[in-house]
């Protein structure tokens, strides 16, 4: 008898710990957002992006000139010299000003994400990217509109 109600309670015991193990398991959240799509939907990027176009548009005319005096002056080395000149100018302020935009976004949006991840009780937030980071999730799990939506409401009130 003594062994029977032994076997009984540890049986009760691993049923209790299967049952508490899949109620608290389902509590997890665990979600994904496009980390590209987020990147390009958040409006600080947009604006960073408009405020150097006038730089870039300036160099890209520099270039365009120097490009067309160097098609009506072909055989001058000057001409030739200015041209790449002026695109290895544009290309190197393009490169900076993207480095600059990713810098700064990604500053401003980690700390966001984190407080929506608080605010939503995520357990664990992975960045998609179309590269392999997450291979296939329900649309279920896609937090990413939601996520834009969070930064950008942060980013008109100034945070």
């Known amino acids: 008898m003594k062994k029977i109600i032994i076997a009984l309670v540890a049986f009760l015991l691993v049923q209790t710990a299967v049952c508490y ?15 590209i799509k987020l ?5 600080l990027k947009t604006d960073m992006e408009q405020a150097s176009q006038g730089t870039l548009k300036k160099l890209k005319v520099s270039l365009d000139s120097a490009t067309a005096f160097y098609k009506v002056n072909p055989a001058n080395a000057e001409a030739q010299r200015l041209v790449m000149e002026k ?6 302020t393009y490169a900076e000003v993207n480095k600059e935009i990713n810098q700064k976004v990604w500053e401003r949006l980690n700390p966001v994400i984190h407080e929506f991840g608080k605010a939503k009780n995520i357990d664990i937030m992975i960045g998609a990217n179309g590269m392999g980071t ?10 990413t509109d939601d996520l834009i ?7 008109e009130k100034g945070n």
């Open 39 to 43: 990147f390009d939907g958040y409006k």
């Open 149 to 155: 939506k969070y930064v950008n409401e942060n980013y």
């Open 87 to 92: 695109q290895q100018q544009l290309n190197n």
């Open 134 to 143: 997450v291979l296939y999730a329900s649309d279920h799990w896609d937090v």
């Open 21 to 35: 193990y899949l109620v608290h398991k389902s509590e997890r959240k665990i979600v994904y957002a496009d980390a």
